[in-house]
T-cell receptor
Framework: AQSVTQLGSHVSVSEGALVLLRCNYS??????LFWYVQYPNQGLQLLLK??????LVKGINGFEAEFKKSETSFHLTKPSAHMSDAAEYFC????????????FGIGTKLQVIP | DSGVTQTPKHLITATGQRVTLRCSPR?????VYWYQQSLDQGLQFLIQ???????AKGNILERFSAQQFPDLHSELNLSSLELGDSALYFC??????????????FGPGTRLLVL
């Protein structure tokens, strides 16, 4: 069984401030982990993924996430928020790595305040 | 633009009706995935087709069915519609069978409203 918990359905940050979106996972096997972004009225876009290589994963748009097995976490960060980062972010886990076995979190809506 | 297209963008229909959603994958992609995004259930994987064959099934209701045609486009058929089927339906595609080493590309979605 696998699951994902995203802490905070809404997060607000000031423009230029650190973005931290939290994700904790549960998986009975070594997980593959993903972060997706969904802009208003658009589909999902893969930001980054962890596939058991480096624990610090760099993605698009300046985002990165660190896999911490001891904390079962995969938090998403960006040093400096931009207005264009306002979107909904989904963390997801797949126990065997396949996209068809992915379980998504409920999503975190990021608001960036000018 | 991901290269994945979905039609229609919006669909309004009544309970008990049947609708067909269409998805065209990126050129060269063999796999098509369908997802449902609703307020109640969040994002859920429904079904995957790979090169015309059903590859994996997720939380897809028996009232729903899908197929992938020889030109690789896919259709998701939803029948005996209920209010709870109102959701955003996404299609995604990938080059091969969907391992995490691949990148998956999502279409813009079809928003279905059942009245």
């Amino acid at each position: 069984a696998q699951s994902v918990t995203q802490l905070g359905s809404h997060v607000s940050v000031s423009e230029g401030a650190l973005v931290l979106l939290r994700c904790n996972y549960s998986s009975s096997v070594p997980p593959y982990l993903f972060w997706y972004v969904q802009y208003p009225n658009q589909g999902l876009q893969l930001l980054l993924k962890y596939t058991s290589a480096a624990t610090l994963v760099k993605g698009i748009n300046g985002f990165e996430a660190e896999f911490k097995k001891s904390e079962t976490s995969f938090h998403l960060t960006k040093p400096s928020a931009h207005m264009s980062d306002a979107a909904e972010y989904f963390c997801a886990v797949s126990g065997d790595g396949g996209y068809q076995k992915v379980t998504f979190g409920i999503g975190t809506k990021l608001q960036v305040i000018p | 633009d991901s290269g994945v297209t979905q039609t229609p963008k919006h669909l309004i229909t009544a309970t008990g009706q049947r609708v067909t959603l269409r998805c065209s994958p990126r050129s060269g992609d063999l796999s098509v995935y369908w997802y449902q995004q609703s307020l109640d259930q969040g994002l859920q994987f429904l079904i995957q087709y790979y090169n015309g064959e059903e590859r994996a099934k997720g939380n897809i209701l028996e009232r729903f069915s899908a197929q992938q045609f020889p030109d690789l486009h896919s259709e998701l058929n939803l029948s005996s519609l209920e209010l709870g089927d109102s959701a955003l339906y996404f299609c995604a595609s990938s080059v091969t069978s969907g391992g995490a080493e691949e990148t998956q590309y999502f279409g813009p979605g079809t928003r279905l409203l059942v009245l």
